[in-house]
T-cell receptor, first 114, second 113 residues
Framework: AQKITQTQPGMFVQEKEAVTLDCTYD???????LFWYKQPSSGEMIFLIY??????QNATEGRYSLNFQKARKSANLVISASQLGDSAMYFC???????????FGQGTELSVKP | DAGVIQSPRHEVTEMGQEVTLRCKPI?????LFWYRQTMMRGLELLIY????????DSGMPEDRFSAKMPNASFSTLKIQPSEPRDSAVYFC???????????FGSGTRLTVV
């Protein structure tokens, strides 16, 4: 079974608008962490934001925020005021318990239109 | 901090040849990961180390793949013999601990012809 599911292979958004990228996860471990990474066309993996399973508040980092709905097992990434430079692949990932490894979703390709 | 350093950036080799990919993690990071990225399979974890010790190698595809971490500042991923289906981007990442962010290297794009 998929542990991390990103159901949107591709998305378009108009510049300056907000966009939500979906991510659902599956785990029975009460302790886990959720991550979002950006991969531009140049190929590097850029860490964006982290949410711990016990964190009471939704994580925010500048224009990025994570809409964490624990009961629904979803961890959607919200990008506010999209910029052309936001065009990239976005990956959701999960770390379970004390395990060190990250499991990645299949990614969502975001295209920002001028 | 120079970040996670991988070499080479690109590698083209003939089927059957041995390939060695190299990684220098961020100093002080206790965890090191090797991932493979392909269009078909996405990002797959191959193996990870904690304090130079391999913890989970369940993602290593077959015996042709091996990884070592002889010290805290260096790791290698070796493929012998290489096959065309090994063509992919191989990423190395390091982390201070599971609760912290994982920093990725720039990746090695491997093409086996």
């Amino acid at each position: 079974a998929q542990k991390i599911t990103q159901t949107q292979p591709g998305m378009f958004v108009q510049e300056k608008e907000a966009v939500t990228l979906d991510c659902t996860y599956d785990t029975s471990d009460p302790s886990y962490g959720l991550f979002w990474y950006k991969q531009p066309s140049s190929g590097e993996m850029i860490f964006l934001i982290y949410q711990g399973s016990y964190d009471q508040q939704n994580a925010t980092e500048g224009r990025y925020s994570l809409n964490f709905q624990k009961a629904r097992k979803s961890a959607n990434l919200v990008i506010s005021a999209s910029q052309l430079g936001d065009s990239a692949m976005y990956f959701c990932a999960m770390r379970e318990g004390k395990e060190g490894k990250l499991i990645f979703g299949q990614g969502t390709e975001l295209s920002v239109k001028p | 901090d120079a970040g996670v350093i991988q070499s080479p950036r690109h590698e083209v080799t003939e089927m059957g040849q041995e390939v060695t990919l190299r990684c220098k993690p961020i100093s002080g990071h206790d965890y090191l990961f090797w991932y493979r990225q392909t269009m078909m399979r996405g990002l797959e974890l191959l193996i990870y180390f904690n304090n130079n010790v391999p913890i989970d190698d369940s993602g290593m595809p077959e015996d042709r793949f091996s990884a070592k971490m002889p010290n805290a500042s260096f790791s290698t991923l070796k493929i012998q013999p290489s096959e065309p289906r090994d063509s992919a981007v191989y990423f190395c990442a390091s982390s201070l601990s599971p609760g912290y962010g994982y920093t990725f290297g720039s990746g090695t794009r491997l093409t086996v012809v």
